[in-house]
């Protein structure tokens, strides 16, 4: 018997939770360790462009897997035509996941800055990215996801 929507759906918010709480966690264990006289690194300033671009890059691929993997257009969402059918929820979580974890990324490079003795300030724009991505593209396609796949299955009549 397959497991109920409901259920999958709130797995998929649980992890896409666990990825959000995390950023703010790696603001508070940096802002914890500000006091502490962090190792002498010397390409601190090399290190900074370098992870600025890996960022950005990790939040365009986010945003790009996002887009392209985690859409329904709303062709599919009304079911008013005979197009391909919503992706399973199975290959919808894999793919989301990959997403969540791509715009996550900057906030732990930004922790890596302040760990390696980079000022707090510096972790702000890691993490606001982060949070920006997750919140503002990746959960309401997420959320839209969640409901196409709830009407497909009253539609077909397997939803539970």
Do not use: H
């Not at 390696?116 to 920006?132: H, K, Q, R, T």
């Not at 796949?149 to 009549?157: L, S, Y």
């Amino acid at each position: 018997m397959a497991e109920p929507t409901a259920s999958k759906r709130l797995m998929w918010l649980v992890i896409f939770a666990a990825f959000v709480v995390a950023v703010p966690m790696y603001a508070l264990v940096a802002w914890q360790m500000r006091g502490a006289d962090p190792p002498p690194v010397s390409y601190l300033p090399s290190v900074r462009p370098v992870l600025a671009v890996f960022a950005g890059l990790q939040l365009l691929a986010a945003i790009l897997v996002a887009r392209l993997r985690m859409t329904v257009d709303s062709e599919l969402m009304t079911g008013m035509t005979g197009g391909k059918p919503i992706p399973d929820p199975q290959s919808f979580m894999q793919t989301s996941v990959v997403a969540i974890g791509l715009a996550e990324a900057p906030a732990v490079l930004g922790f890596v800055l302040c760990v390696l003795g980079a000022p707090l300030e510096n972790f702000v724009w890691y993490g606001a990215g982060s949070l920006i991505v997750l919140l503002g593209v990746i959960l309401p396609l997420g959320l839209r996801y969640w409901s196409a796949w709830e009407a497909q299955q009253k539609r077909t009549g397997r939803g539970k």
